[in-house]
Nanobody
Framework: VQLQASGGGLVQPGGSLRLSCAAS????????VAWFRQAPGKERDFVAV????????NIAESVKGRFTISRDGAKNTVYLQMNSLRPEDTAVYYC???????????????????WGQGTQVTVSS
């Protein structure tokens, strides 16, 4: 499966953005899809994950209550809705997917076989 991340941009603190992760080549059926982010000079961090079959989700504590993950099956797209954005949310955001992810390992980037190209999110006044 090929992944295309989009929706990043420049937003003021307190603003919102919705990132999209579109799949091509095959549908997301049977996949676990996650978002990670990497700020300059830092490691890539887990943000959110959605298991397509069953709809289980997990959100990182640092963004819980502000970010949500969802999907549109008809559009074969997974979204990351980001509200109440803060300057510390500034990063390149990546979507990732894999068919066989052990749920206890969903926050590890090594669990994912497929990655999108990343989309820049900058939160600044």
């Amino acid at each position: 499966v090929q992944l295309q991340a989009s929706g990043g941009g420049l937003v003021q603190p307190g603003g919102s953005l919705r990132l999209s992760c579109a799949a091509s080549g095959r549908t997301f059926a049977g996949y676990t899809v996650a978002w990670f982010r990497q700020a300059p000079g830092k490691e890539r961090d887990f943000v959110a994950v959605l298991k397509i079959s069953g709809g289980s989700t997990n959100i990182a504590e640092s963004v819980k209550g502000r970010f949500t993950i969802s999907r549109d099956g008809a559009k074969n797209t997974v979204y990351l809705q980001m509200n109440s954005l803060r300057p510390e949310d500034t990063a390149v955001y990546y979507c990732a997917a894999s068919r066989s992810v052990i749920w206890s390992n969903v926050a590890s980037d090594t669990a994912y076989a497929y990655w999108g190209q990343g989309t820049q999110v900058t939160v600044s006044s």
